[in-house]
Structures are given as structure tokens and as C-alpha cells.
């Protein structure tokens, strides 16, 4: 399904291009949000990651 938001579109016409869409009941991510302490930033664990491809 494609919907298309027009530039200049109304806080209405946005409304109710928001009810057309389909509402998926599936996994609800937030509740993972938070959920992995890091003991490093991510960009320094991705840069390491990468290294050891090399």
C-alpha cells in the first residue's frame, strides 16, 4: 500500500491519511528499548567490529 503526503498537506488530510494505514498488531519494540547496558559507545564497538574483519 502506498500512501502519498503532498507537500502543504493540512493537519487533516495528515489525520486521515494516518487512519488509512493498516494497523499491524506485532511486537511491541519499546518494551526493548533500554534493555542493553553498553559498557562503550556504539561507534567505537562498530570501529572495533570492523578491525577484526582486516
Given at each position: 500500500?502506498?500512501?502519498v503526503l503532498k507537500n502543504g498537506a493540512?493537519?487533516?488530510e495528515m489525520e486521515n491519511?494516518?487512519?488509512k494505514m493498516p494497523?499491524?498488531?506485532g511486537v511491541n519494540t519499546?518494551?526493548?528499548?533500554g534493555a542493553?547496558?553498553?559498557?562503550e559507545e556504539p561507534i567505537?564497538?562498530?570501529k572495533?567490529?570492523?578491525?577484526?574483519w582486516r
Open positions: 500500500m502506498v500512501l493540512s493537519k487533516k491519511l494516518s487512519l494497523q499491524k498488531s519499546k518494551k526493548y528499548c542493553i547496558k553498553l559498557k567505537a564497538i562498530q572495533q567490529m570492523r578491525d577484526e
